[in-house]
């Protein structure tokens, strides 16, 4: 696992007890179960990483969870976001295996990353708005990081090819379960229109 390169000024290293969220958590005790322990990582603000603040994003925190089970902690993450309202990125970590995660302003959505796969996070720009953009859009689908893209329409475009793909392997699976060859047809006839929109969408 990779270290995230950043200034020694942006360092906090500091222990986070778990009571101290699931005090303000509704069914805390339940939702924070799989945590064993909670380190606040890094600060990125203007004082620390030295770039100035822009639009709703005036710093950034650098979370980690280290987890008990091998079970993604959304939960975990969506409490811990509305108890703190700068944008997080969380370090997850389960013995050897490590994913990341963040909770995006736009759309109030949860992101994850696949198990075990580096990510390379940018954090020199312009404004902690662009970093905060550049870190989102990490967990975006490759083919909607492009840099023609702003972060609502790589959203919206993503959480659509995300829906298709499924929507498409659910379709595939009952065609070739499906004995009759009159609702094969069917099927395909309603399978077509989804793989044109998703291969329209990402070129």
């Known amino acids: 696992m990779e ?19 699931i005090e303000k958590t509704p ?3 339940s939702k924070f179960a799989n945590i064993e322990k909670i380190k606040w990582l890094y600060k990125l603000s203007p004082s ?6 822009q639009g709703k994003v005036e710093e950034i925190h650098i979370f980690s969870l280290m987890l008990k089970s091998k079970e993604l902690p959304k939960e ?3 409490s811990i976001k509305s108890l703190i309202s700068y944008p997080i990125l969380f370090q997850i970590k389960y013995e050897e295996a490590f994913c990341y995660a963040t909770y995006s302003i736009e759309g109030d959505r949860c992101y994850f990353s696949p198990w ?15 970093v905060y953009e550049n870190m989102v859009k990490k967990f975006l689908s490759a083919e909607v990081q492009k840099p023609q893209l702003d972060l609502k329409t ?20 009952k065609i070739s379960r499906e004995k009759q ?11 077509k229109p989804k793989e044109r929109e998703l291969k329209e969408l990402l070129l």
Not at 4 to 21: D, G, R
Not at 116 to 130: C, G, K, P, Q
Not at 158 to 166: A, E, F, P
Request: glycine share 2%; proline share 4%.
């Open 3 to 21: 270290a995230f390169n950043l200034p020694k000024s942006c360092e906090v290293n500091k222990p986070l007890t778990k009571k101290m969220f």
């Open 27 to 29: 069914k805390g005790k």
């Open 48 to 53: 620390t990483i030295h770039i100035p603040k």
């Open 76 to 78: 975990v993450i969506k």
């Open 116 to 130: 075990s796969e580096s990510i390379e996070f940018e954090f020199n720009e312009t404004n902690l708005e662009r």
């Open 154 to 173: 790589a959203m919206a475009l993503d959480h659509r090819v995300q829906v298709l793909t499924k929507e498409i392997e659910a379709l595939k699976k």
């Open 181 to 191: 060859f009159n609702k094969q047809l069917e099927l395909s006839r309603l399978l």
